[in-house]
């Protein structure tokens, strides 16, 4: 079945370009200009990845990609003109999987929804054994169902703040860095740098944790990285 991606994007040379070369490589491919209009669309559709522009009419695509979140786990790619990290630390945060600053090359774009698409593929039809479950200390990971509960209360987490929680829950009381942590949950190069791996762990911590500022969970070591406590 082909892969449906919905753009939302403002300015329409750009994003029928996007259309020609994805839909060149086999994709399904819908256009938004507004960012309102295309939140709506986004949750009501039923789309495989999702590329949004940040400087949107009607709503940015920080709010678009924070709304998705809560309802999908669907790949979320965000463009931007702006080069500046806090945009990629804020929109990685957000839950989008991927950040790429205008101009970019149409095969690059390509090439990472291609990446996205296959990864998010594997994970949701990985064949895990039915009920294949960690448990630590209150924490309930169900790896077949991505599904997390803590003391019972279920609590939703995006792509990779699951896999990097799962990743650390697997292999407690050994220590990671920072690098490594990102080799392991973000396998592609060009995503964006280890500060995501901060960012995320702090998400992680506030869904997790009982009190953030003392972790019971996901320590941190300092000058070195992060470790699961058990």
């Known amino acids: 079945m082909m892969n449906k991606i919905l753009i939302i994007e403002d300015e329409e040379a750009i994003a029928e370009l996007e259309k020609d070369y994805l839909e060149l490589s ?55 003109a702006k080069k500046d990290d806090i945009d990629k630390i804020r929109g990685l945060g957000l839950g989008a999987d991927d ?7 149409p095969s690059e774009l390509v090439a990472r929804v291609k990446a996205h698409l296959a990864r998010y593929e594997r994970l949701i039809g990985s064949g895990l054994p039915e009920n294949d479950i960690v448990e630590i200390r209150g924490i309930k990971i169900d790896k077949t169902a991505r599904r997390v509960w803590v003391n019972g209360e279920e609590k939703n987490f995006t792509t990779k703040e699951f896999d990097l929680l799962t990743f650390l829950a697997q292999n407690p009381n050994r220590v ?6 990102f080799n392991k949950i973000w396998d592609m190069e060009s995503i964006g740098d280890i500060a995501t791996v901060t960012v995320h762990i702090k998400k992680i911590r506030e869904k997790i944790e009982f009190n953030t500022a003392k972790p019971q969970y996901i320590e941190t070591i300092w000058g070195v990285g992060y470790r699961f406590k058990v």
């Open 99 to 105: 950040y790429i600053t205008k101009p970019f090359s």
């Open 176 to 181: 990671f860095t920072k690098d490594e942590l």
């Open 26 to 80: 086999g994709f399904s491919v819908e256009i938004e200009n507004r960012g309102d209009e295309g939140l709506k669309r986004a949750l009501e559709g039923d789309f495989n990845l999702f590329i949004l522009d940040l400087m949107l009419p009607g709503m940015d695509g920080f709010e678009i990609c924070k709304q998705i979140r809560q309802e999908k786990n669907t790949p979320v790619i965000l463009v931007s």
